[in-house]
Nanobody, 119 residues
Framework: QVQLVESGGGLVQAGGSLRLSCAASESILSLKAMGWYRQAPGKERDLVATITRAGSTNYADSVKGRFTISRDNVKNTVFLQMNSLKPEDTAVYYC?????????????WGQGTQVTVSS
């Protein structure tokens, strides 16, 4: 079972930046993909950005050009650099990992970290 621990959330003014980190309990190169999702109050959890084992990235349209997902394979950590933050980016951000074992996909989640952007 993969354990994920997020950090880096907080309160920031609109236009500011934050960097989230997600440390995995095993080699992230053994995972199919990792990503960040967010959930605002009263809304569903939505994809923010993903990065595959091969390094391909994908972003939600709402964050393209502002957020960047990256990873440190040695530290088994994935990052989400968030620039030009907007109040609508306020949400709990969750780290996700997908592991494939015997053709089955397993999804793992971190505990979440709050990001609040004030106007």
């Amino acid at each position: 079972q993969v354990q994920l621990v997020e950090s880096g959330g907080g309160l920031v003014q609109a236009g500011g930046s934050l960097r989230l980190s997600c440390a995995a309990s095993e080699s992230i190169l053994s995972l199919k993909a990792m990503g960040w999702y967010r959930q605002a109050p009263g809304k569903e959890r939505d994809l923010v950005a993903t990065i595959t084992r091969a390094g391909s990235t994908n972003y939600a349209d709402s964050v393209k050009g502002r957020f960047t997902i990256s990873r440190d394979n040695v530290k088994n950590t994935v990052f989400l650099q968030m620039n030009s933050l907007k109040p609508e980016d306020t949400a709990v951000y969750y780290c996700n990992a997908i592991e494939v074992l015997l053709s089955y996909e397993y999804n793992y989640w971190g505990q979440g970290t709050q990001v609040t952007v004030s106007s």
